[in-house]
């Protein structure tokens, strides 16, 4: 099994497990500032094309996420052909036009105002997938919890996503289209099933604060109404009115 | 409003977009490398109290998650009454006992010889859980894909992971354990559901290699593997049997 290539200064600590504990002041702050300025872009240098090997490190990233039962149940289909681009985002359309029907008529516009993808402009679309089908054996880790095989593909997003912030790449995720289209356009076989279709392109620019936020769809929650210190969920006065309207 | 407490360096660049992004080739390759070197731990130094800061710029890192719709439906439990860690570690006992029957004899004994996790050694147990209960109006994005809220509480999962390991702690994810026992112990109301329940403290090491690697029960796969380049997923020969069996 051929280890996967990153920078020798990474390679050598990672065979030496007792320096692998120390990051420097400014690596730990780098974390928490990619970490702070991860965005959903949806605004792409539409012909600026994606440098080869910051999007193998970003794949690589995302390859390393943490798996149950080291089943790394993943998959990453590329997609730049236009016109299946073309057919996903009437897919898009069509789920826009039914979702704005569910919001009242003074918000329909706000939310139509929106944009809320870049398939056709991002030089590149990522279709995170999870391979559900079952193997010769069990995966450990799953008897009492089987969704922990689709938790490990959400945190390969979440590893893509950050490692793409500071290769300077965007990234957004659009949830407003149909899994069944995703299944057809990119061959995905039964019990192989779309986690996250996502737009890759350098960006115009990294918002300050997030979309929704700044067009005043919506506001960022306190951490502390999030936080439940005492061992048992306490429902905060303050937290259900401000998730559903802002 | 309140805006996280970030150190003032980070804030300084939070508004200013055009700084936000720059990262220094020290910090792109930070950000690898702690994705790199992220690892399952469950073996922890027993009597050592987490860092109250550096668990709020955990909780903080959690909370920047990306989420649907900003949506933010995750809460943040924190266990730390030893006996309800010791009844969800009878649970875990339990389900650990059940999945071990589901493995040919040859594995069984293999399987039950990994540790698996690390409840009560831990200073801390934290739960992170989803508020899947409807608010007033839809949450943008969720009508086409509804599992995108619980999206959102994975991908927090992921950032608390990343800026605990550069804090030098360790998390352990324990899904070998009974959801209805976590809703139980930690009063979790109908509609919010647990998606990752994680051990954390000071780890005795971080593993160069998955644990699962290192004692021959899995090998990680080829990043190849997992990459379908044309836009179509295609059946990869060695993936199938390497995921379930190494």
């Known amino acids: 099994l051929s280890r996967p290539a990153?920078?020798?200064?990474i390679e050598a600590r990672l065979v030496e497990p007792e320096l692998?504990?120390?990051?420097?002041?400014?690596?730990?702050?780098?974390?928490?500032a990619a970490i702070a300025q991860r965005r959903d872009v949806r605004?792409?240098?539409?012909?600026?094309?994606?440098?080869?090997?910051?999007?193998?490190?970003?794949?690589?990233?995302?390859?390393?996420?943490?798996?149950?039962?080291?089943?790394?149940?993943?998959?990453?289909v590329l997609v730049r052909d236009r016109q299946v681009r073309a057919r996903i985002r009437e897919s898009f359309l069509r789920c826009r036009a039914r979702e704005a029907e569910r919001f009242a008529p003074e918000r329909r516009d706000h939310y139509l105002a929106?944009?809320?993808?870049?398939?056709?402009?991002?030089?590149?679309?990522?279709?995170?997938?999870?391979?559900?089908?079952?193997?010769?054996?069990?995966?450990?880790?799953?008897?009492?919890q089987p969704e922990a095989i689709r938790a490990s593909a959400y945190c390969a997003v979440q590893n893509l996503w950050l490692a793409a912030r500071v290769e300077g790449i965007g990234i957004g995720w659009v949830s407003i289209v149909e899994p069944r289209v995703l299944r057809?356009?990119?061959?995905?076989?039964?019990?192989?099933?779309?986690?996250?279709?996502?737009?890759?392109?350098?960006?115009?620019?990294?918002?300050?604060?997030?979309?929704?936020?700044?067009?005043?769809w919506g506001r960022r929650k306190p951490l502390a109404s999030v936080v439940h210190p005492n061992g048992r969920w306490v429902d905060s006065v303050s937290a259900a009115p401000t998730r559903s309207r802002a």
């Open 184 to 216: 057809h356009e990119l061959a995905l076989p039964a019990g192989v099933e779309p986690v996250a279709y996502l737009c890759m392109g350098y960006p115009r620019a990294f918002r300050s604060t997030p979309m929704l936020e700044e067009t005043g």
């Open 114 to 144: 929106h944009r809320l993808e870049g398939i056709l402009e991002a030089p590149l679309n990522l279709c995170i997938a999870v391979d559900l089908r079952p193997g010769d054996e069990p995966v450990l880790g799953t008897t009492a």
């Open 6 to 9: 990153l920078p020798p200064e």
């Open 43 to 76: 605004h792409f240098i539409a012909d600026r094309e994606l440098d080869e090997s910051a999007l193998q490190r970003c794949l690589e990233a995302a390859h390393r996420a943490p798996s149950v039962g080291l089943s790394q149940p993943w998959g990453f």
């Open 20 to 32: 692998a504990g120390e990051f420097s002041e400014v690596e730990r702050l780098a974390v928490h």
